[in-house]
């Protein structure tokens, strides 16, 4: 039976060296009880007043590529009401299945990294109160009165789930924290897509390449029969190469790329088959390894099962990826000190998504009030995993990707 919980969060207070652990569900983890000495929130105002002077990494990458990707001030932002909350309420719908005998380990480390964000936001001065629905195996819209009730709805996770629920929201929206398909319903419904798809992983990739490809020299394209394919991920390249006025040559193989000695070829890979872009990157691998002249453009499509992170380095792989950890960022180093002594365990990609999501949505709401939803663009952030940051169209759809290079020394670096 699906039950609420609700939860004062009153753990925001706790010290960032507190060594508890939080009991989430009977048999989950063993419970330790300690005293915790409760430090007083500063107002929410003093909260606002710090997020305003406070400006992230990524506000400053729109501002370097606003020539192609920045988008304008809405029309309707002179005449924005700020309607903010003093208790900011957050619903969120996860199929936790805490009844079941082995709960959602995935969902579970969601919900803990939603908690470390809010735990973070509350010991700035945000106060929250997050109630929980646990929706199993349910594909049936989840309770009106959950919508009613919440500022900020994080879930449902199933695309049904959300195609369902989405007739309840009237002024409100649901944020989709995971299924890349309900993008579709963002365009065109109550609901905002917070992970960004292929999209934008290629727009960023074209716009690199654009930035970085030396004057006079030409992008290699290596292209299979489904690569003119209509609505794929390669035809979709090949369109924004030719719209960004890119040169480019198309070739069949690796055998047919001049490589010059002294010279990087650059070189991108159109196809829809996963045989056909291992085969060209190992291929392309083999080359770099031998001469290191080769800089391999891609998307996450190119971090395929059978290419190891070997054949990245040779290729000086260039990819744009949706999520992307830094191990080496401090705030990620951070979080994870944080998660081991409060859960003793090691946060999995799903608790680095749950504290991003939770992290910028509800700083949103913090930030415009109860109708945060229509000031998307006004306001990005850049996450552990996952980047924000949307534009006036398509208005409830993330366009954010990561920049990474893997080194030929081995090393990774995000740009």
């Excluded at 049904?160 to 963002?186: H, M, Q, R, T, W």
């Excluded at 960004?196 to 970085?212: P, Y």
């Excluded at 070739?251 to 010279?263: A, D, Y």
């Excluded at 990005?380 to 954010?400: C, H, K, M, T, W």
Aim: with cysteine; net charge negative; proline share 5%.
């Amino acid at each position: 039976m699906k039950k609420f919980s609700i939860f004062a969060l009153l753990v925001c207070a706790l010290s960032l060296n507190a060594c508890a652990q939080w009991y989430l569900f009977p048999g989950k983890k063993k419970q330790q009880q300690q005293q915790q000495t409760e430090k007083p929130a500063d107002s929410m105002a003093a909260f606002r007043d710090s997020l305003l002077m406070r400006e992230t990494q990524a506000q400053k990458d729109s501002a370097a590529r606003a020539d192609s990707l920045a988008a304008e001030t809405p029309a309707w932002d002179n005449v924005f009401m700020l309607d903010i909350p003093d208790v900011i309420r957050i619903g969120l719908v996860l199929p936790l299945q805490a009844s079941a005998q082995k709960p959602s380990d995935n969902f579970l480390d969601f919900y803990s990294g939603a908690l470390l964000a809010l735990r973070e936001l509350g010991s700035a001065g945000l106060k929250a109160e997050l109630q929980v629905y646990d929706s199993g195996d349910s594909k049936t819209a989840i309770p009106k009165s959950l919508i009613d009730e919440s500022d900020v709805i994080i879930g449902p996770v199933s695309y049904e789930e959300l195609e369902n629920s989405a007739p309840l929201c009237a002024d409100k929206v649901l944020i989709s924290p995971l299924e890349p398909k309900a993008a579709a319903l963002a365009a065109s419904g109550p609901v905002v897509q917070a992970p960004s798809g292929w999209n934008a992983q290629v727009d960023e990739l074209v716009g690199w390449i654009r930035e970085e490809l030396p004057i006079g020299d030409v992008l290699y394209v290596v292209r299979d029969s489904t690569a003119m394919n209509p609505g794929t991920q390669s035809a979709y390249f090949i369109e924004q190469l030719q719209a960004r006025g890119i040169r480019y040559e198309s070739v069949l193989s690796v055998s047919e790329i001049s490589f010059k000695k002294g010279q990087k070829a650059h070189v991108a890979i159109a196809s829809e088959k996963e045989n056909f872009i291992t085969s060209i990157v190992r291929a392309l691998g083999i080359e770099g390894a031998r001469n290191n002249n080769v800089v391999l453009y891609g998307t996450s499509r190119v971090r395929t099962n059978g290419i190891t992170q070997t054949d990245l380095h040779s290729t000086e792989a260039h990819l744009t990826l949706s999520y992307f950890v830094d191990y080496d960022d401090p705030a990620v180093r951070q979080f994870i000190l944080t998660y081991r002594a409060l859960f003793q365990g090691e946060p999995g990609s799903f608790a680095f998504q749950g504290y991003d999501t939770a992290h910028y949505f509800v700083t949103m709401c913090a930030k415009y009030g109860r109708q945060w939803y229509k000031k998307l663009p006004a306001y990005s952030e850049r996450g552990l995993q996952v980047d924000f940051r949307f534009y006036e169209e398509p208005a409830r759809i993330n366009q954010a990707a990561r920049r990474v290079i893997y080194n030929a020394d081995l090393t990774t670096e995000r740009r």
